[in-house]
């Protein structure tokens, strides 16, 4: 059988040309933007670009918060032949510079909310040629454009270029070392690791044209998906992109700068939002507080799907969502920046999985680090590995692709650094990133387990493990707890607590206390910063 070639643009093209004024593509608040519109709008973009400057393969950045423009700029990038560029909204004026520069963006997307920290370093950013500015009043300074002017400007039509498999997306990461670093993934591999995950979950996945419209037609226009979390992340990006490549609808909160569960639920329920994805406890939580204060107020019948990635998702806070949606399937989503589809876990009414438990992924191995392939069963720890569709490797960066990106027995694996154990059934449980590995007196201890452990008390809302230097120990276990509100508890009766779900010696020699640990908006963890917060409350020096 010959394969199917994709490319994104193509795929928007073709979903545009099908789907009608009913069917929604951007759903913000009061706003719809229905595929037609959408379609016209992108193109319009896209022509813009290439017509004042920008070339096939130019890197584009995306820095702005979630809403409309995010996900049709992202089409318009594609349909003009651009490799997208993620930057994290939350970077200081440096951290701004170096994305920009390290990616050889020559095209800058930002909302206006960011207009004066373009307006800092933009100077330093003379290979930029056209800088977009989305929102505001259409008064752009008068070095960018204004979006609005140029979605709405022209016949909409498309642009009917040849475009290939081999064209780029980059998601940079920050990773757990050094600088943030562009992952290189072709259209044509994204798209085969996505229908890897479609024929794991449906059991089936289009496997050409033809299939492509029937799924669009028959199961992806009906889709509403909600990111959570933000797009300028992998878990946001990926899930919302999965979503609109089949046609359906991606729908984004209002409330740019902040969180709100209440809205999340109003909104889910006004749209008839299907599917959702999160970064584990940091949103779980306070989604489920907002459920149980006001059980039965939300229509929440068209949930389908929750899904996780990045972070542990506790079973506790599972089992009470799905009281409050009981035909729901909580997905935690086992992947990387580098890789999708290590593993999955899927909790349901029938059936709750225990937290960092996976079945592994079908391209899946776990091996040693020198390339040991680890025996199912053995108790063994190894590092997870995924062949197949996997990136092409870190944009400018040979040495640390040589590293992720390995070839073993003829086979080529990103392993992004994740240890695991894997079960004579072939289950993986997850034990966390080695950079983050605490080595107690020769024991290894990953602190996702034990800030799991720490989670399940009652009084705690979240936690954060991390290793600091001791004299008798060579690392302390040390754990870090943002305590639930109107909740009280001391140091010793967490300690005695973990030591009743794991092994002594993991249990942390010290627990500190913190109003806010202070996670990515993604919901991942700051373990620098925990790790200074830390060293201060002990006295230690760095």
Not at 208 to 213: A, G, K, S
Not at 269 to 281: K, L, Q
Not at 323 to 337: C, E, N, R, T, Y
Request: with cysteine; glycine share 10%; aromatic share 8%.
């Amino acid at each position: 059988m010959v394969k199917t070639i994709w490319n994104f643009g193509d795929l928007l093209d073709d979903n545009g040309a099908h789907l009608g004024d009913n069917n929604p593509a951007l759903i913000h608040g009061d706003r719809v933007v229905s595929w037609p519109e959408m379609t016209e709008r992108s193109n319009n973009v896209a022509r813009w670009l290439l017509a004042n400057g920008a070339q096939f393969g130019d890197k584009i950045g995306f820095y702005m918060r979630n809403q409309p423009e995010y996900t049709e700029g992202l089409a318009a990038s594609f349909k003009a032949r651009l490799t997208h560029v993620n930057v994290n909204y939350r970077y200081l004026d440096d951290e701004l510079a170096y994305i920009i520069d390290n990616s050889d963006s020559t095209v800058v997307l930002f909302d206006v909310e960011f207009r004066e920290n373009v307006a800092r370093v933009r100077d330093r950013l003379p290979h930029v040629k056209i800088w977009v500015e989305v929102g505001g009043s259409g008064d752009a300074p008068d070095y960018a454009v204004a979006y609005e002017d140029i979605a709405s400007t022209g016949n909409g039509a498309p642009l009917e270029i040849e475009r290939s498999p081999d064209d780029l997306m980059f998601l940079y990461t920050g990773g757990t070392t050094g600088m943030p670093k562009g992952v290189m993934w072709s259209h044509q591999i994204w798209r085969d690791a996505n229908l890897d995950g479609m024929r794991r979950i449906y059991g089936a996945a289009p496997e050409n044209w033809e299939d492509h419209r029937a799924f669009v037609n028959e199961v992806g226009q009906h889709g509403r998906q909600l990111p959570a979390c933000p797009l300028m992340h992998g878990t946001g990006l990926f899930t919302a992109l999965g979503a609109f490549l089949n046609g359906g609808a991606i729908v984004t909160l209002e409330n740019k700068t902040k969180f709100d569960p209440e809205q999340l639920w109003e909104t889910v329920a006004r749209n008839g939002v299907t599917a959702m994805a999160i970064v584990g406890d940091a949103f779980a939580k306070p989604m489920l507080k907002v459920l149980d204060a006001n059980p039965g107020i939300y229509d929440l019948s068209s949930v389908a799907s929750i899904t996780s990635s990045g972070v542990m998702w506790s079973m506790e806070v599972k089992q009470g969502l799905i009281k409050h949606i009981p035909q729901v399937a909580l997905m935690d989503s086992f992947g990387a920046s580098e890789a999708v589809g290590f593993g999955m876990s899927v909790t349901t009414a029938e059936g709750v999985s225990e937290t960092a438990k996976f079945e592994i992924g079908e391209h899946c191995k776990v091996f040693s680090e020198d390339g040991r392939e680890i025996e199912p069963g053995s108790d063994e720890t190894g590092l997870i590995a995924r062949g197949g569709s996997v990136p092409l490797g870190y944009y400018k960066d040979e040495k640390k692709t040589a590293e992720t990106f390995r070839t073993i027995n003829g086979v080529r694996y990103a392993i992004p650094g994740d240890w695991c154990k894997v079960a004579a059934d072939g289950t993986l449980t997850l034990l966390g990133r080695g950079s983050n590995c605490i080595n107690s007196a020769g024991e290894k201890i990953y602190p996702e387990e034990v800030e799991e452990a720490l989670k399940a008390h009652e009084a705690v809302r979240d936690a954060l493990v991390v290793g600091v230097p001791d004299d008798k120990w060579g690392q302390a276990v040390t754990g870090v707890v943002e305590l639930a509100d109107h909740s009280e508890t001391d140091e010793d009766t967490l300690r005695a607590f973990v030591r009743t779900q794991l092994a002594a010696y993991k249990a942390p020699k010290r627990i500190l206390f913190s109003p806010d640990l202070k996670r990515a908006p993604n919901g991942k963890a700051d373990y620098k910063s925990i790790r200074a917060f830390a060293y201060a409350e002990l006295g230690i020096e760095a």
